[in-house]
C-alpha cells in the first residue's frame, strides 16, 4: 500500500513537470514588486497559455549586477524597471538586445536609447517620504537642504544605496547637481556627509525601509512617489511625502531585452503586452505609474497624475550615467557611517 503510494506521488509529480516542460519559460528580471509582477504575470499568461513567465523582484543595480555577471550565459529575458542611466550603462556594456516597439515614436528622446536597445515606460519622481502618524505636510521636510538640519539627526532612515538604483540616482543627483552648480563635485559630497551624519540607518530591503517608517517616531526617508503611494493604499503605511521645493528628482523607468536571450519572440511579447495603452492605464490606476508615453489620454489616467505639482530638476543624466558607479563607492568608502 505504501508502495502504491509512493508510485502516485512520483507520477503526479512526473505529470506536473511535463506539464511545465512543454511550455516556453519566460524569466523578468524587476523592481517593480510582487503586486504588480504578480498581476502582468496572471495576465499575460491568460492570453499566453503556452508561456510560463517567472519572474526575480530584486532592487535595479541589484538586476544590472546580476545580468552583468551572467553576461555569457544569460539566464533572463526582459528586464523591467530601471533608471535610464542604469540601462544606459548596461547599454554600454552589451548587455541589451536591440527592439524598437510599436509605440517607440510616442516618447521624447531623452526617454529612450537612440540605438533602440532600452525605452522608457514611466517617470518616476523621486519624494521626501515621512510618517503621516507623527509628522504633516507643513513640519516635515519641505526641501533637500532641510534634511541636513540638526532637528532630523537619527531621524532618516535610507534604503541602502549600493544595491538600490533608485537611491544611487539620487545621491548622483545631488553630486551632478554640485557640478552644475559649483563646478566640481566637492560641495554635493559634502552634503551627502551631513545626509549621512542625520541617517539614523541603511535599510537593506525596501520592507525594512517601510518598517522603519511606519515606527512612532518623526521618520523621513528618500524614495519614489509611486511606491510610497502604493504602500499607504495597499498596506495602510502611515506615508505622506513632500516635493522638494528646489527641484524633484524625475527618474525616467525603463524596459528592456536581455542581449542573448533565448526566447526572443516571447520577450517581444511581453514587452509590448506591459506596455501597451491598455495596460499602462492599469498600472497609473492600480500600481500608481505615471506613464512616459504621451499618447495616453489625460482623461483615461488618475486626477493624482494631473495633481502631482512638482518642478522637475534639470540634470546632466548622460554625466550620472558615466559618474554613478564611481560618486557611488567614494560615498561607500569614504563616507557611509564615518560622519557620526
Known sequence: MKLLFLLLICVSLFAGCSKTDNKSKLVIYSPHGKEMLSEFEKKFEAIHPDIDIQWLDMGSQEVFDRIRTEKENPLSDIWWGAP??????????????????????????????????????FLTPQVIAFNDKTLTNQNSPQDWNDLIKPEWKNKIIIRNPMASG?????????????????????????????????????????????????????AVSLWNM?????????????????????????????????KGTKNF????????????????????????????????????????????????????????????????????????????
Open 166 to 218: 533608485t537611491m544611487r540616482v539620487i545621491y548622483s543627483a545631488i553630486i551632478a547637481n554640485s557640478v552644475k552648480t559649483s563646478g566640481n563635485e566637492s560641495e554635493g559630497f559634502e552634503w551627502l556627509k551631513k545626509l549621512d551624519a542625520n541617517t539614523s540607518s541603511y535599510a537593506a530591503d525596501p520592507t525594512q525601509m517601510y518598517i522603519k517608517l511606519s515606527g512612532n517616531e518623526a
Open 226 to 258: 509611486p511606491d510610497i503611494i502604493l504602500q499607504k493604499t495597499l498596506y495602510n503605511y502611515p506615508f505622506g511625502y513632500n516635493f522638494p521645493s528646489a527641484g524633484t528628482v524625475v527618474l525616467t523607468d525603463g524596459i528592456a531585452i536581455v
Open 84 to 121: 535610464s542611466t542604469i540601462f544606459m550603462r548596461a547599454e554600454k556594456s552589451g548587455l541589451l538586445e536591440k527592439y524598437i516597439p510599436s509605440w517607440a515614436d510616442k516618447i521624447p528622446s531623452s526617454s529612450k536609447s537612440k540605438d533602440g536597445m532600452w525605452f522608457g515606460t
Open 265 to 340: 519572440e516571447a520577450a517581444k511579447q511581453f514587452y509590448e503586452f506591459v506596455t501597451n495603452e491598455e495596460n499602462l492605464i492599469l498600472q497609473a490606476a492600480k500600481f500608481y505609474r505615471i506613464p512616459a508615453r504621451n499618447d495616453i489620454p489625460k482623461n483615461k489616467l488618475p486626477q493624482w497624475i494631473s495633481d502631482a505639482n512638482y518642478k522637475a530638476m534639470d540634470l546632466d543624466w548622460e554625466l550620472i550615467s558615466e559618474k554613478e558607479s564611481e560618486w557611488m563607492k567614494k560615498w561607500d568608502a569614504e563616507i557611509k557611517g564615518k560622519s557620526k
